[in-house]
């Protein structure tokens, strides 16, 4: 059996039981598990399990990780937009000098 390895710090379990939870919750989805992660802490927060027997620590764990990296996916698009913009730019403007 394979042992992977998840892309986010896990506190909760190890293993093939955590690595089960993480492909439940990428199957779901991003938006389904934040609606489901908002209703159990809105109403049910004295229960354990978020979505199926996952705990709300990993499932935050989860959601965290997937902030953090569609935030420094946005941060390397806009780099990479103001880069090209302040090239075009300079590119218009030595055009014109010339």
């Known amino acids: 059996m394979k042992s992977h390895a998840l892309p986010f710090e896990n506190r909760w379990t190890n293993g093939e039981h955590a690595w089960q939870w993480h492909c439940e919750l990428e199957r779901l989805g991003v938006p389904n598990v934040r609606t489901m992660y908002c209703e159990h802490e809105t109403h049910h ?9 996952i705990p709300s620590g990993f499932v935050r764990d989860w959601l965290a990780f997937h902030d953090r990296r569609t935030a420094r996916q ?7 937009v103001i880069a ?3 090239l075009a730019v300079s590119g218009a403007v030595l055009s014109v000098l010339k």
């Not at 946005?74 to 990479?80: E, P, Y």
Request: proline residues 0%; negative net charge.
């Open 74 to 80: 946005q941060f390397i698009w806009r780099g990479s």
């Open 45 to 53: 927060s004295d229960e354990r399990a978020v979505v199926f027997d």
């Open 84 to 86: 090209l913009g302040m």
